[in-house]
């Protein structure tokens, strides 16, 4: 059975939500999963002000922790085509697991959120790679076998880097069922491959 952590930073609750998708699907495919989040950067007294969510109940990550798990599926809202500063910092950390190797051979994913369609979630996924690879992992993302990330007939997130929510610039719009069952398969997928991988 592989270990599966589900890591991710939600400012206002769309990652949150697909996070869980994310770790419903990787469980579906026989995994040991859990969902951890990355710490908060801002204080609390400008987190209220701008309305982020603060009542989230995934316990907080440590960076050495990462090292207990198959596979790493990493979830971040895009920041000028890049993750939030929250996750970077975070990963910003795990310079000694690098130079031990720890999370050589391991299984990377990412998947992300966007205020627009165009807002820059490729790039925050294929931004991410590189963390992945330098530390000798390998990668996967959502296959075209999940064809739900095709066609024009709704506003969709999804890609083959990873799965994907569009949220407006408000924050008024959740996750769709299509863009949820992105993130259901992206998981399950990763979980497939971690076992095959262990």
């Known amino acids: 059975m592989a270990k599966v952590l589900v890591l991710y930073y939600s400012a206002y609750g769309h990652i949150e939500t697909m996070a869980y998708a994310v770790a419903e699907g990787a469980k579906s495919a026989g995994a040991d999963v859990v969902v951890k989040r990355v710490p908060e950067l801002v ?3 400008v987190a209220k002000a701008s309305y982020y969510k603060t009542d989230q109940s995934a316990p ?11 596979a790493i599926i990493v979830g971040s809202g895009t920041r000028f085509g890049t993750v939030t500063s929250q996750m970077r910092n975070f990963w910003d950390q795990t310079g000694g697991l ?10 990377g994913s990412a998947f992300t959120s966007s205020a627009t369609q165009h807002g820059g979630q490729e790039s925050t996924i294929l931004g991410f790679l590189p963390t992945f690879l330098h530390h000798g992992m390998a990668v996967a993302g959502l296959p075209y ?9 709704e506003v ?3 890609s ?31 979980a497939k491959l971690a076992a095959k991988l262990a």
């Open 43 to 45: 204080s609390d007294e």
């Open 60 to 70: 907080i990550a440590t960076p050495d922790e990462l090292a207990d798990y198959d």
């Open 98 to 107: 690098w130079f031990a190797g720890k999370l050589v051979g391991k299984l």
């Open 145 to 153: 076998a999940f064809q739900g990330q095709m066609g024009t007939e």
């Open 156 to 158: 969709k997130g999804g």
């Open 160 to 190: 083959p880097y990873g799965a994907s929510t569009i949220t407006n610039g408000d924050g008024s719009r959740q996750p769709s069922e299509i863009e949820l069952e992105a993130a259901r398969y992206q998981g399950a997928h990763i």
